[in-house]
């Protein structure tokens, strides 16, 4: 069984641009949760995704938003990119809500210059 | 944010000691789960106790939650150098939000 796929797993942007991640679920699994890990700053909860809807957010400005796709898997769009959103983006999926680990991507390292 | 805190932030021992880290956390738990995160790279999960057992084991790893005192531990035996990695501790609320919250995880370095 393939794992959570994300891509791309490197990325260097300019700020003020703006950057699409994505990323596939493990078959079956039908949420989507996307972490961001800044150094020093721990990870973060952004965004968790369910049958198509958004259905929480985390703490973060309206420039991240994101998506998903009627095959579960999603993308996670950050737009007017600054210095501070570089980090590490994790995706993960789960089988249900809440009452089963998380399988984690191996994430995207974005950094901003 | 965080949900709580670890301790310790760090923790070096030498291969075949014990390691045991501890978790703290703020609200009202479904369950409790811990990470495992090599290199910076992406996180694999290790084990979920929910909030109504006390203790759990999977293999060389043994989870302990009290829910009175909103804390967890984790203890690894007979620790090995491919051990080394940083640990998380993450809760699912009661609120159904249904969201991980991490703790600020445990670096652990294991000598060979």
């Known amino acids: 069984e393939a794992g959570v796929t994300q891509s791309p797993t490197h990325l260097i942007k300019t700020r003020g641009q703006q950057v699409t991640l994505r990323c596939s679920p493990i078959?079956?699994?039908?949420?989507v949760y996307w972490y961001q890990q800044a150094l020093g700053l721990g990870l973060q909860f952004l965004l968790w995704y369910d049958e198509g809807e958004e259905r929480n957010r985390g703490n973060f400005p309206p420039r991240f938003s994101g998506r998903q796709f009627p095959n579960y898997s999603s993308e996670l769009n950050v737009n007017a990119l600054e210095l501070e959103d570089s980090a590490l983006y994790l995706c993960?999926?789960?089988?249900?809500?809440?009452?089963?680990?998380?399988?984690f991507g191996s994430g995207t390292r974005l950094t901003v210059v | 944010s965080q949900q709580g805190e670890e301790d310790p932030q760090a923790l070096s021992i030498q291969e075949g000691e014990n390691a045991t880290m501890n978790c703290s956390y703020k609200?009202?738990?479904?369950?409790l789960q811990w990470y495992r995160q090599n290199s910076g790279r992406g996180l694999v999960h290790l084990i979920l106790i929910r909030s109504n057992e006390r203790e759990k084991h999977s293999g060389r790893l043994r989870v302990t939650l009290d829910t009175s005192k909103k804390s967890s531990s984790l203890l690894i035996t007979a620790s090995r150098a491919a051990d080394t990695a940083s640990y998380f501790c993450a809760t699912v609320s009661m609120d159904s939000s249904y969201k991980l919250i991490f703790g600020s995880g445990t670096r652990l370095l294991v000598r060979p």
């Open positions: 609200t009202s738990i479904n369950n």
């Open positions: 078959s079956g699994h039908t949420s």
């Open positions: 993960a999926s789960s089988l249900g809500l809440g009452g089963y680990g998380y399988t």
